[in-house]
């Protein structure tokens, strides 16, 4: 293949300890791409791919990231080789301390974490947790003055309670939030029923718009459904968004697999080899 997007995300592990019904994480709908996982001396390898194509702009994930043994090795390697590129972090918070929290502020990485629901917390991870650890976690941050970004995904079991869930965010501290609605993709496959339509996903907006300032930056993710991918009609017809832009993957941004190969777009299953 040619040179790497400046934009990659790197899916270091597929390994998870939530099961949000919501994941768009596309090896739930094909494992094949997330096996054989590479290992620390694969990912270097990647990283030094990367530097090699000029990428500067990094997102190390998931799965969930901090369940991978080697990643605070993996960092330090991707900051020796690619001194220069902007690293950052995305975590569900579960394995996140404090002590890792100043490391990654003394490394000059960027963190970014999902806040699934308040009242459906648990439901929306799959998990006996509760959302107080998050906010918690977003206020320290906030108080070591280390931006944390917030993700959001609204589905139907959390639609009534999407401005709370973002006023909670920003008053926590978050740096940033994204607001996005469930994608047809991954785990959320199997979980359709709980997407929003159009009409409802245009309404949650609304909502938040008509909220008092708080200062945070925000943002919305209007994509229902990919269409990097081949997609049924009955999806499109349901989902697919009459005025969206063509989509710049695999040109603006792309995507490492767990096993190594590249991915044009975060929610497509094609793939190919990377040379490495």
Same mark, same amino acid.
């Given at each position: ?5 400046? $934009? ?30 590479? +290992? ?11 530097? *090699?194509?000029?990428?500067? +702009? ?37 394995? #996140? ?24 917390? $648990?439901? #929306? ?41 973002? *006023? ?13 609605? #469930? ?9 359709? +029923?709980?997407?929003?339509?159009? !009409? ?8 938040? !718009? ?33 005025? !969206? ?18 991915? *044009? ?12």
């Amino acid at each position: 293949m040619s040179g790497l997007p400046r $934009q990659l995300t790197l899916e270091l592990t597929a390994k998870c300890n939530f099961r949000c019904p919501y994941c768009y994480c596309v090896w739930h709908e094909d494992p094949a791409l997330a096996k054989p996982a590479l +290992d620390f001396a694969g990912w270097c390898r990647v990283l030094d791919r990367c530097a *090699a194509d000029g990428v500067d +702009d990094l997102l190390f994930t998931g799965g969930e990231v901090l369940l991978l043994k080697d990643l605070l090795k993996l960092l330090a390697y991707a900051q020796k080789v690619l001194p220069g590129a902007r690293l950052a972090l995305f975590t569900n918070g579960s394995r #996140m301390t404090e002590p890792l929290l100043r490391r990654f502020r003394k490394q000059g990485v960027y963190l970014t974490t999902s806040l699934q629901g308040l009242r459906t917390y $648990q439901e #929306m991870t799959g998990t006996r947790r509760s959302f107080k650890r998050q906010l918690a976690l977003i206020a320290r941050a906030a108080e070591l003055k280390w931006p944390f970004a917030v993700s959001i995904t609204i589905t139907k079991a959390n639609r009534d309670e999407a401005a709370d869930l973002y *006023a909670a965010a920003a008053l926590s501290g978050a740096s940033s939030i994204l607001v996005a609605a #469930m994608m047809a993709e991954g785990r959320g496959r199997d979980h359709l +029923d709980l997407m929003l339509t159009r !009409r409802e996903w245009e309404r949650v907006k609304r909502e938040i !718009r008509a909220l008092p300032s708080t200062g945070v930056p925000y943002s919305f993710a209007d994509e229902l459904i990919c269409t990097c991918r081949p997609q049924p009609k009955s999806l499109l017809r349901r989902f697919a968004d009459p005025n !969206r832009t063509p989509c710049p993957a695999g040109r603006a941004f792309g995507v490492i697999s767990p096993n190594g190969t590249f991915r *044009a777009c975060l929610h497509t299953l094609a793939a190919r080899p990377l040379e490495v």
